[in-house]
């Protein structure tokens, strides 16, 4: 059974940071690629950053020079460094585990709330 736990979620003023954390348990051995993605109540979930096995990042735009997503394998934990926070990155974020090419998460954690006020 694979588990994700986010944590690092919060409130924090506009230009702030934070780091989010995902620990997976269970079939780490499996991971093909790491996602973040949040959502807002009443949106469809977004993709905010992946990251593969090798290290190889995508972000979308909106994040791209302010997060870093990045792997601890060691620890089976993938993080989100998040820079330069603007009150349009409210959200719940949630980290998704894919076991295939095929660009489908397959599990999904809870997800942790992060808060920008202006």
């Known amino acids: 059974q694979v588990q994700l736990v986010e944590s690092g979620g919060g409130v924090v003023q506009a230009g702030g940071s934070l780091r989010l954390s995902c620990t997976i348990s269970?079939?780490?051995?499996?991971?093909?690629?790491m996602s973040w993605y949040r959502q807002v109540p009443g949106n469809q979930r977004e993709f905010v950053a992946a990251?593969?096995?090798?290290?190889?990042?995508n972000y979308t735009d909106s994040v791209k020079d302010r997060f870093t997503i990045s792997i601890d394998l060691a620890k089976i934990t993938v993080y989100l460094e998040m820079n330069r926070l603007k009150p349009e990155d409210t959200a719940v974020y949630l980290c998704?585990?894919?076991?295939?090419?095929?660009?489908?998460?397959?599990?999904w954690g809870q997800g942790t709330q992060v808060t920008v006020s202006s």
């Open positions: 269970g079939r780490a051995y499996s991971i093909k690629t």
């Open positions: 998704g585990m894919s076991t295939s090419d095929r660009g489908v998460v397959d599990y």
């Open positions: 990251i593969s096995r090798g290290g190889i990042t």
